[in-house]
């Protein structure tokens, strides 16, 4: 027996390896490249552990999954450095809310196998969840994916065998960069955009329908009308103005990542039955230039922010110019979505919503949406990572509600004529009031905008902003700094159409608008507002700003605006022309004044309901405005 052992540490030691038994109960160590011998022929051969027992006898034999003994007290232990092998076939569909039953054939013919664990996610969930499958009968493995993880939003998942050395395999190789992709059936999906009555809202459905539109809204709205609901889509014609919507039954039919408007006589919600899209990779939508209608084609929010211009099968960043064997390339990062008025830089993409994206390249582009949402990204604000001197948001309401926000700033990176910060305001529908930045003097670029940055001044810079409307309203004005202006600059806004002046101050403007007028927004110092005010030969004149309320009970509120430090008079007088009262007679400075009026004569009593006029004199100017006393 000593013989034999000496046989086979010569093995050993023309291998390069040192055995020290002395001082140790048990040792090990590593053979690279080894191959070990019994009776001059090879058995095995690779990588190998030896563990080393002194003064344990056992039987002389070879295994490459237990160990190697010898009657000398040499126990040597092969190590297992293949991974386990996965047979499986693969789940490409699935119905929602079923459980999904999985099975995996997983073998080692070494050290055996130690573990099989299925692990899966659905949209939208960044985290894998994991189940062990179970051992069956011979080599099969079988678990299932809950029916809470099988939805319309999609599922992927993949599967991970170990074996009794820690090997590790996948299935697909790759795993968890490469992933079995799951399309998930349903029924009947209801719209998470509930329509409200005789109001426009932008749809797209997140999933491929099994159906058409007849299909799909008919079954919940009705049989179509016009009177019962509209369903259009913007056709990007070159030449259409912007009214040119195509209508159903002319209008392109619902696919994954389709945009549409849809307006419904009643308040409603609709649902469609279909699949779920791939989860695994960018979903492509197809832009056409100029405006598209957009939405995303997952059941899940997806992040506006990571989607990616591809063309020619290369793929861009959207907001900056490429220029690519003669045409430019240039998507606007400014995702514009629609709840009654339109909000633009909008970072994710929530599903059944639409959503507007320009694209002003000199080509039909592909727009990559991306199931994945990248850390940092979500939820970040316009002009995000820009170096922003300073930025004036302005609005424009009626009857209290909203109707639009647009954005004015400084930049060290803007230009004073068109560049990536400046953001179109997309086409109007139906009834509408909006603010906007009219830009006809930009080439290509001419257009209507909804954020026009210019080049970083010492000074100040000016914008001409027009309020449009679809019809006669009563509109208010509003402005203010979203980053405070630097040091010495004031905030103005003019309306042209009046002659009139306000500082923030005095914001919300009240005026009548019945299809457009024109404002000027001038921020930036004294001297520059002088000059600007000088250049543009703004004819500035005294005048009522407003009265409110009006009908009134109690008191009434006038604003008076002067242009320059003056005496004013403000009297109320009878239809007939008698005197009332005197609301002020004084000098104001320049700029708008707040005064009331009691409703009490000269002689302090109140006077009777009717109708009043207020007179308004300074020098060289002379204004009425009618007042209706209730009460």
């Known amino acids: 027996m000593r013989g034999k052992l000496t046989a086979f540490m010569a093995v050993l030691t023309a291998l390069g390896v040192m055995l020290a038994f002395a001082g140790a109960a048990s040792a090990e160590y590593t053979l690279r490249a080894a191959g070990t011998a019994e009776g ?28 190697y003994s010898l009657s000398s007290g040499l126990v040597m232990m092969l190590l297992d450095v293949s991974p386990p092998l996965i047979l499986h076939q693969a789940s490409p569909s699935a119905a929602a809310r079923v459980a999904l039953g999985l099975e995996a054939n997983v073998g080692d013919d070494r050290t055996g196998v130690g573990s099989v664990t299925i692990f899966y996610r659905e949209g939208g969930i960044t985290a894998f969840r994991q189940k062990a499958m179970q051992h069956q009968t011979g080599s099969l493995y079988t678990a299932s994916i809950p029916p809470s993880a099988v939805t319309e939003k999609g599922l992927v998942y993949y599967i991970e065998a170990r074996d009794n050395a820690q090997n590790v395999s996948t299935y697909p190789a790759g795993a968890p960069d490469s992933l079995i992709g799951v399309l998930v ?224 700033g400084t930049s060290a990176e803007a230009r004073d004529g068109w560049d990536a910060m400046d953001h179109r305001e997309p086409p109007t529908i139906g009834e509408y009031l909006r603010l906007v930045f009219d830009r006809p003097d930009w080439g290509r ?94 004819d500035l004149k005294p005048q009522i700003v407003s009265t409110a309320p009006n009908p009134f009970a109690g008191d009434i509120r006038i604003s008076l605006f002067v242009p320059a430090r003056q005496r004013v008079k403000l009297g109320v007088y009878t239809v007939e022309g008698r005197h009332v009262s005197t609301v002020a007679d004084t000098y104001l400075e320049s700029g708008v004044h707040n005064l009331s009026w009691h409703g009490l004569s000269a002689a302090g009593e109140a006077v009777s309901p009717g109708i009043y006029f207020l007179r308004f004199e300074t020098e060289g100017s002379l204004e009425t405005r009618k007042i209706l006393k209730v009460n």
């Open 445 to 538: 670029r001419a257009g209507k905008y909804m954020s026009d940055m210019r080049r970083t001044a010492p000074e100040g810079c000016t914008w001409n902003l027009t309020a449009e409307s679809s019809g006669e309203t009563a509109a208010s004005l509003a402005a203010e700094s979203v980053l405070d202006l630097p040091a010495g600059w004031d905030l103005f806004v003019y309306d042209l159409e009046s002659g009139l002046k306000l500082g923030t101050a005095d914001m919300p403007y009240p005026f009548r608008l019945d299809g457009r007028r024109d404002f000027m927004l001038v921020a930036g110092t004294r001297q520059f507002v002088r000059a600007e005010e000088a250049d543009s030969r703004i």
């Open 185 to 408: 059936t349903f029924e009947d999906l209801l719209s998470a955009v509930e329509m409200p009555a005789g109001q426009y809202r932008m749809i797209s459905l997140p999933g491929t329908p099994d159906g058409g539109i007849d299909d799909i809204l008919i079954d919940d709205l009705g049989d179509h009308s016009r009177t019962s609901w509209r369903l259009g889509r913007w056709n990007g014609e070159a030449g259409c103005d912007e009214e040119c919507y195509d209508e159903y039954p002319h209008v392109a039919p619902f696919a994954p990542g389709r945009g549409f408007w849809l307006i419904s006589r009643s308040k409603t919600r609709f649902d469609f039955s279909g699949t779920s899209v791939d989860i695994r990779q960018p979903h492509i939508l197809p832009l056409d230039m100029g405006w598209n209608q957009i939405g995303t084609p997952f059941g899940f929010l997806t992040d506006w922010l990571s989607t990616r211009i591809r063309f020619d099968g290369q793929t861009y960043a959207l907001d900056e110019e490429h220029v690519v064997d003669g045409d430019t390339l240039y998507v606007e990062d400014n995702l514009v979505s629609y709840d009654g008025t339109y909000h633009g830089h909008q970072s994710s993409l929530e599903p059944w919503d639409g959503y507007w994206v320009y694209n002003g390249s000199t080509q039909p582009v592909d727009l990559l949406v991306y199931p994945d949402i990248q850390a940092g990204l979500l939820g970040r604000g316009p002009y995000a990572g820009r170096p922003v001197d300073n930025l004036i948001a302005l609005s424009v309401s009626s009857r209290e509600t909203l109707k639009g926000t647009i954005l004015a």
């Open 40 to 67: 001059g022929g090879t058995s095995s051969g690779g990588d190998y552990s030896l563990t080393f027992t002194l003064g344990q006898t056992s039987p002389i034999g070879v295994s490459t999954n237990t160990n």
